[in-house]
């Protein structure tokens, strides 16, 4: 009796026990629930909207909050002077406008879990901050700005060439100026409005104008060092009365053309080059050309003498000397050098110190050579009692030189033959078949013989004396017979 009393009472114990227990979990999720109860309209703890805490807000308020926080929103421009330039929201049309993200949200958590939060757990959601953006009213008010307006803007210049005092080309530095293009800075402001920047630094961005033309564009160096390298030469002319022409970059900077376009870029044309060659060398030789019909001859025997001659002094070869100097100047070296002549024989009684002298009345003949005398001998000239085989007196040149050659006298009508046939073995003529020669037929020279005994108007010489002098004379040595 007494156990069974005892195990009625340990049950009923138990039953109590699990009563109180039933009666404080109840009370316990009666009160969870309670308390969940205040979520329903007010975010968990520990919830984050762009990167905003809104636990324990409505939507509501998290609206107000944010859109508190776009309004309040203002772009800062900066510039590249070192200014700034604040543009409030209500300038440029900015303000928000709420797409229910924020309500959906709310929505969409289980308010039973707001011991989450209580344990520190958090949660964090992302929305659009919708919101209306004016955008001609931002450019407006970015076009307002002064570091915008055109008021003493200094435009862009380009690098350029010059010419200095000193005949030589330089480049002028750019001039990038300061002019900024609005409209670029008002595409730029709208982007970063739109994406909520807080700065927008202007002096970073390629709005600013800019020379598209640098001082050290390759173009620009390797046209200006090229045009001074030519600027550089110097041609230089040693006449024939010792005087010197120098054409250098004082008369060469002229010459330069320039674009019609653009007169601050400078060049070659070649062609304009050629006509001031050919112009320069025109008035070199209306200065120096001369040509002389007699000259005073210092005589080896008979003293001085005019002399009759023509072809004789300095006639600058102008077009071969254009041709010359344009193709010095494309050169870009420099050259001293005489002009090109067609005429160049000196006309001033030396004949250039190198020719023949044939004294008719001395029957004698000497070589001079650089004005040294080289050879002389004694000749028979024409028969000076007969016109017709005179030798003729005047200035010549050796115009061919023949070995073993038979010289013949014209045709005779009669007989059909030649009116002489010598032959020589040194030929050295110098004008219409008259020349001197070799005359191995004569026993003496010298004398009077010429008067009846002379030649058919050639300059007869020693076989000798002949052989020496055709070995010295070169074709185009000036002979002088008198």
């Not at 990038?176 to 927008?200: H, T």
């Not at 219409?432 to 013989?449: M, Y």
């Amino acid at each position: 009796m007494i156990l069974g009393s005892h195990k009625k009472h340990r049950h009923t114990g138990l039953l109590i026990f699990i009563v109180v227990l039933l009666l404080i979990i109840g009370g316990a999720a009666a009160s969870y629930c309670a308390f969940a109860e205040q979520y329903a309209d007010r975010f968990l703890e520990g919830t984050f909207i762009n990167g905003l805490e809104v636990g324990g807000m409505t939507a509501e308020d998290v609206e107000t909050s944010i859109k508190d926080r776009v309004e309040d929103y203002s772009l800062t421009l900066l510039f590249a002077d070192g200014m700034r330039e604040r543009l409030k929201a209500e300038q440029i049309g900015f303000r928000y406008q709420t797409d229910d993200k924020i309500k959906d949200i709310l929505t969409a958590q289980n308010k039973y879990a707001w011991i989450r939060g209580k344990l520190g757990k958090t949660e964090m959601h992302q929305v659009g901050e919708a919101f209306v953006l004016d955008e001609e009213k931002l450019r407006s008010a970015v076009a307002s700005l002064p570091e915008l307006s055109s008021d003493g803007k200094i435009a862009p210049k380009d690098a350029y060439m010059t010419m200095g005092e000193d005949h030589r080309l330089m480049i002028v530095p750019e001039i990038d100026g300061n002019e900024i293009d609005v409209a670029a800075v008002a595409d730029a402001a709208v982007e970063a409005v739109k994406r909520g920047d807080p700065v927008l630094d202007v002096s970073q961005l390629p709005v600013y104008s800019r020379a598209e033309v640098r001082a050290d564009d390759p173009t620009l160096v390797l046209q200006v060092t090229d045009l001074n390298t030519y600027l550089d030469e110097s041609i230089t002319y040693t006449m024939y009365d010792g005087s010197e022409i120098v054409l250098n970059k004082d008369t060469m900077y002229a010459w330069l053309s320039v674009r019609e376009d653009d007169p601050d870029f400078y060049y070659l044309n070649t062609n304009v080059l050629l006509e001031k060659c050919r112009a320069f060398v025109a008035d070199i030789a209306a200065k120096y050309d001369y040509v002389k019909n007699s000259v005073v001859f210092h005589t080896s025997w008979s003293g001085d003498m005019e002399m009759a001659c023509s072809d004789y002094g300095r006639v600058i070869d102008q077009e071969a000397e254009t041709a010359q100097l344009y193709d010095d100047i494309l050169s870009r070296m420099s050259h001293k050098r005489a002009p090109l002549y067609s005429l160049e024989r000196d006309a001033d009684g030396t004949f250039g110190g190198t020719y023949v002298e044939v004294d008719i009345d001395a029957q004698h003949a000497w070589y001079y050579e650089g004005g040294q005398l080289m050879w002389e001998s004694d000749c028979v000239t024409g028969k000076g009692t007969d016109e017709d085989r005179r030798t003729p007196k005047g200035v010549f040149d050796i115009y061919t030189k023949e070995r073993n050659r038979t010289l013949k006298g014209e045709i005779n009508p009669a007989t059909g033959n030649p009116s002489y046939e010598s032959f020589v073995n040194f030929w050295m003529p110098f004008y219409e078949g008259v020349g001197l020669h070799d005359a191995t037929w004569r026993g003496s020279f010298g004398g009077n013989i010429y008067w009846n005994s002379g030649s058919h108007g050639c300059v007869n010489l020693p076989y000798s004396r002949a052989e020496e002098l055709y070995n010295l004379l070169e074709v185009g040595t000036t002979v002088i017979v008198h």
